[in-house]
């Protein structure tokens, strides 16, 4: 379970005020009430809302989030307790006697009209010239309650100014409910806090610390926010326009790399349940749409590996061998930008810490600047560099202005998901009904290792799977079930595993040069840890600071998104936990299916390290085009 | 500033000695204090009105060892000042009926929360709390009591008359934003840092020391039979005395008006902004709970006095306080003041007006806080009790 309850989150607002019994069964655990005249049993505790949906009973919500704490602000859910002089908010009154409750009697409608109209009254603009026309919950309360006029008036002029500083995220003020769903997920999920309700009364409105724009704060760019906003007030900043220019001039050869989790969440924007992969249907509607190249970010992945794997084994050797105390340990992951940029801003003293891989995203662009466009014989400076993301600060990483090795700027477009399914339907084209076919090459071949970077733990497996094939010379299929890591999947906030080396083998040709043998590791036991949400990364980071279990891990897996990329904030909305969790379910099923599941197999790996990167993993050509250094930036805002 | 004082009654201004209630009340047990509270009923003087002692009875009985014990004094209703007379010339009857309140809660810390604007009375107050620690009447072992231990903190709020409510109070306190929490759970379960905390008004706390000494049958003689003892009232507008007067529950409107000198009275609002205003025809009703609830505040406005001006200042002031978390309070207020422009330019539908009254209604049920819930009462309240006036404006000009 992904822990609701976080710690900066004002008092009045934990969810659990009142804890529900763990064992509903023991006596007092339970209580009886009654919704509608109907008599039920719910765990003391229970609140109101869970309670009528576990009885089928709708109750509409608008600031409730399930990944999120109460507010109890929008006052949508409000329902009649009998003896309460008021209405009482469904989502944050837990049950703890026998109260009788009307879920819809003429006081409670009218009154959820009453929100709707005056939230109606205020919300600027018309649904059609909406990014979210068509998934948006305020629209659909209205169209729940029968709005069919203005009861209270309608706004006529813009209040704010659109705030679009943000290579990521949009904030458009005159379309936003006050639901605080973003403060929460700021604060609470995600533990940055940048978002917070400034002013008072009618002045009352989502800023910043002194209401700086978005660009100028310490914002990740994660776009949880985005993901969890009720309305368009949130939303990415979107560059299909500059993409479609780009395939409409004829002089430009566009390509497009997909990374994994947007093809396991894709099918959900053109109405199928969350758990289908989409991967070979989305590959014909790029081309379909007029990309002239598409290509498998799971190859960069496998590549992210190599890389970032031999570093560690550096770093190891370094350390353990030469007794090199200037060599940081643990390495942090670094494909996630979003937890990139909350190391930089909130444990800056720590970004040595971070492998100096590139994340899979910018190797790619690098990569299809430089050794693609010799083998193509391609002009680079006519490659328009695209990469379909789940993730609103891929956005902001490739405008990073050191990611230029390639000698232009390596990726020129991110593109979320939602922006893919838009191009995909502005194209004419219904996903579902594509049929299949494969990436091109020279990067046709990618690994289910690759694949997994989706989900919480994917890159550690993904590391596991090479590294100690590297190491011990076994198959990782003897060494796990099915090749399966389970101590490191699954959507526990943090994970820990412990892997004993107790035999080596010889060292693989592709590092030989690196390290003489492995006798130094003998008996050694690999320590590993895995955060997913920055909520979780801070505990592990605030544990290192204080020289705890983690200070003793030799790689730690951080993802700023909880859920890992699959739960990213460029994934079709909605989201909570259920969802998320059928994602990985479809990106496991997926690698479970492939032959080729170790990143070290993969043939275009090795012909790219043949070819191109020459002299080898973390080499200097590896270097000058696959690493890069990191900022450190502080929370201190000019 | 210079306080004044009318009338002084039977209980507040009674005349009090320093310690005395601390010391009686330390030669009962906290069981009995809940008694003669009970006895008393006494309800909390901050305008909801909730029985004294039930809300210290739950403090109380918690298991929790930590505990709050918490002042209001935060006294933001427009046209209340009788706090600020306890707490620059009566903060003898104030802090002793706070030690009283720790003792019988149980509480170690008390924090009394100051109205920002009030912060010239700091020094003043602080002496006093420091001369009750030299007493031994504050702190350690007080007056030899091994085992209870009380001290005052003074915190000082910002000026937000949303922090007067005792939940958005408490999330001041803590340093959040001053926003209303859900209830339940209610403060004397999980308030200040969580820890059960009894939130009480300056003049509720002053009622205390009373009660304690006379008991609490004599108290509940006073008054009326659901009111019980006295009440300061600040009066203030169209009269000739406007001051704070101690006067037993149950007093008609008519009889106070008269005593504070009062002509040509047109309406009397009860109860700050969030009150109810009355026209002439009902000044023989009482101020009592149960008939006219008031924290404390009458304005009085004569006959030359427009109430829509009246509405439109007091619906300016919600759409300025509202705290802006919830919808109905948020935008409603928004609505109702924009209903009252257009009454005062007579243009308006009485569609559009009844639809408002409707949504005051549902304000009053919706809301989040007391605030939003109380907000529409003057708009409801001038419009039914004032129609001929205010449907009919704009057009004579
Ligand atoms: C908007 C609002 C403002 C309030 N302001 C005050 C205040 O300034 N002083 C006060 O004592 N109570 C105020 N209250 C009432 C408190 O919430 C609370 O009921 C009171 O402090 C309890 O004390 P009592 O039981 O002694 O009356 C306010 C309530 C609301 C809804």
């Not at chain 2, 200040?192 to 003049?203: L, Q, T, W």
């Not at chain 2, 509405?311 to 306080?321: A, I, R």
Request: net charge neutral; with cysteine; glycine share 10%.
């Amino acid at each position: 379970m992904e822990d609701k309850n976080k710690n900066r989150v004002p008092l009045g607002q934990k969810p659990h005020i009142v804890e529900k019994p763990k064992d509903p069964s023991g006596i007092g655990g339970t209580i009886t009430v009654e919704i509608n005249e109907k008599k039920v049993t719910v765990p003391m505790g229970t609140t109101i809302l869970e309670a009528c949906r576990e009885n089928q009973i709708h109750i509409p919500t608008l600031c409730y989030h399930d990944d999120l704490c109460f507010a109890g602000v929008c006052r949508l859910c409000v329902v009649e307790v009998e003896g309460m002089a008021t209405l009482a908010a469904a989502c944050a009154f837990p049950i703890t006697a026998p109260i009788k409750i009307k879920t819809s009697s003429p006081k409670v409608r009218r009154a959820r009209k009453h929100v709707i109209d005056l939230l109606l009254s205020e919300h600027y603009g018309e649904c059609y010239s909406c990014i979210r026309n068509n998934n948006c919950e305020l629209q659909s309360l209205a169209k729940e309650y029968g709005v069919t006029d203005y009861t209270f008036g309608h706004i006529e002029k813009k209040r704010y100014e659109i705030d679009d500083s943000s290579f990521s995220i949009i904030r458009d003020l005159d379309k936003c409910v006050l639901c605080k769903r973003c403060v929460r997920t700021c604060i609470d999920l995600q533990e940055v806090g940048v978002l917070e309700a400034i002013g008072r009364g009618h002045e009352t409105h989502i800023g910043t610390f002194l209401d700086k724009p978005l660009a100028d704060v310490i914002c990740i760019n994660c776009g949880q926010c985005i993901n969890r906003c009720p309305t368009g007030a949130l939303h990415e900043k979107e560059i299909s326009n500059e993409i479609w220019e780009a395939i409409d001039d004829p002089t430009k050869h566009v390509v497009i790399q997909t990374a994994p989790s947007p093809r396991a969440a894709i099918g959900e924007e053109f109405g199928l349940e969350p758990g289908h992969s989409m991967t070979f249907k989305m590959n014909t509607a790029l081309k379909r749409i007029g990309f002239d190249a598409v290509f498998d970010t799971n190859f960069t992945a496998d590549l992210t590996i190599i890389e970032e794997g031999t570093e560690l084994l550096m770093r190891l050797y370094k350390a353990l061998v030469n007794k090199d105390e200037s060599v940081k340990l643990p390495q942090f992951t670094s494909c996630s930008p979003g937890w990139v940029k909350y190391l930089e801003h909130f444990y800056p003293e720590y970004v040595e810490h971070l492998s100096s891989a590139k994340s899979p995203q910018q190797m790619f662009g690098a990569l299809l600047k430089t050794y693609y466009a010799k083998k193509l014989k391609l002009d680079p400076s006519k490659i328009v560099s695209c990469a379909v993301m789940p993730c609103s600060a891929k956005k902001f990483e490739c405008n990073r202005p050191e990611m230029n090795d390639s000698g232009y700027q390596d990726v020129d477009y991110g593109l979320t998901t939602r922006e893919l399914a838009k191009m995909i339907k502005e194209a004419g084209i219904h996903l579902p009904e594509m049929p299949d076919s494969h990436f091109d090459n020279p990067f046709g071949d990618a690994s289910g290792a690759g694949l997994i970077f989706g989900a919480t733990g994917g890159v550690m497996e993904a590391a596991i799977r090479s590294v100690i094939e590297f190491i011990t010379g076994d198959k990782a299929e003897e060494i796990f079930e099915g090749m399966n890591v389970m101590p490191v999947r699954g959507f526990d906030g943090i994970k820990y595993a412990e892997i004993k080396i107790d035999h080596v083998g010889p060292v693989p040709d592709l590092i030989k040069h690196l390290v003489p043998n492995w006798d130094w590791v003998k008996g050694a036991t690999l320590k590993v840890a895995v955060a997913h949400g920055t909520a979780n990364a801070k505990k592990v980071m605030d544990d290192i600071r204080a020289g705890g279990k983690f200070s003793q891990c030799h790689f730690i897996e951080f993802m700023a998104c909880p859920g890992g990329c699959l739960g990213g904030g460029g994934q079709p909305i909605p989201t909570n936990e259920e969802i998320r969790k059928k994602r990985a379910q479809a990106i496991y099923a997926e690698d479970a299916g492939l032959e080729l599941r170790k990143s070290h197999e993969n043939p275009s790996i090795i012909q790219t390290y043949k070819e191109f990167l020459t002299d080898g993993p973390c080499g200097h050509i590896a270097h000058k085009l696959l690493h890069t250094h990191y900022t450190v930036r502080g929370k201190y805002i000019a | 500033m210079e306080n004044k004082i009318e009338r002084k009654g039977q209980v507040i201004f009674s005349g009090y000695k320093y310690g005395e209630g601390i010391k009686k009340a330390l030669k009962l047990s906290p069981q009995d204090i809940l008694f003669e509270l009970r006895e008393s009923k006494l309800r909390g003087r901050g305008g909801a009105g909730f029985p004294t002692s039930t809300k210290w009875m739950l403090t109380a009985a918690t298991l929790d060892p930590e505990k709050y014990l918490i002042c209001n004094a935060d006294e933001g209703e427009p046209g209340t000042f009788k706090d600020r007379v306890l707490l620059t010339e009566y903060f003898n009857l104030v802090f002793d009926g706070m030690v009283i309140g720790g003792y019988t809660i149980k509480a170690k810390y008390g924090i009394l929360y100051l109205r920002g604007e009030y912060k010239y009375m700091v020094p003043d107050i602080e002496a006093h709390l420091e001369k009750m620690r030299k007493d031994n009447l504050l702190g350690k072992s007080i007056l030899g009591k091994e085992d209870f231990n009380f001290d005052i903190e003074i915190r000082l709020g910002t000026g937000a008359y949303i922090c007067g409510e005792e939940t958005a109070l408490i999330e001041s306190l803590e340093g959040s934003r001053g926003e209303a929490r859900n209830r339940p759970p209610f403060p004397v379960n999980r308030g200040y840092m969580g820890k059960p905390s009894s939130v009480n008004n300056v003049e509720t706390f002053a009622n205390i020391p009373f009660i304690v000494m006379k008991g609490g049958k004599w108290y509940s003689k006073l008054g009326t039979e659901k009111s019980t003892g006295t009440k300061l009232f600040s009066v203030s507008g169209d009269c000739e005395k406007p001051d704070v007067y101690e006067l037993p529950w149950g007093t008609k409107v008519s009889e106070l008006l008269e005593l504070v000198g009062a002509k040509n009275t047109k309406a009397v609002q009860v109860g700050g902004a969030s009150g109810q205003c009355i026209p002439k025809s009902q000044f023989d009703r009482m101020l009592a709970y149960e008939d006219l609830s008031t924290g404390g505040s009458i304005k009085i406005f004569n006959e030359s006095r427009n109430m829509l001006h009246i509405l439109k200042n007091f619906m300016e002031f919600f759409v300025e306080e509202s705290c802006g978390q919830c919808v109905p309070c948020r935008v409603g207020n928004v609505k109702l003041l924009e209903g009252t422009e257009m009454l005062l330019k007579g243009e308006f539908t009485f569609e559009y007006i009844n639809k408002l009254k409707e949504l005051g209604r549902t304000m009053k049920i919706a809301s989040k806080c007391g605030l939003g819930q109380s907000s529409p009462n003057p708009f409801l309240s001038i419009l039914e009790n004032f129609k001929d006036e205010v449907f009919n404006q704009g057009m004579e000009e």
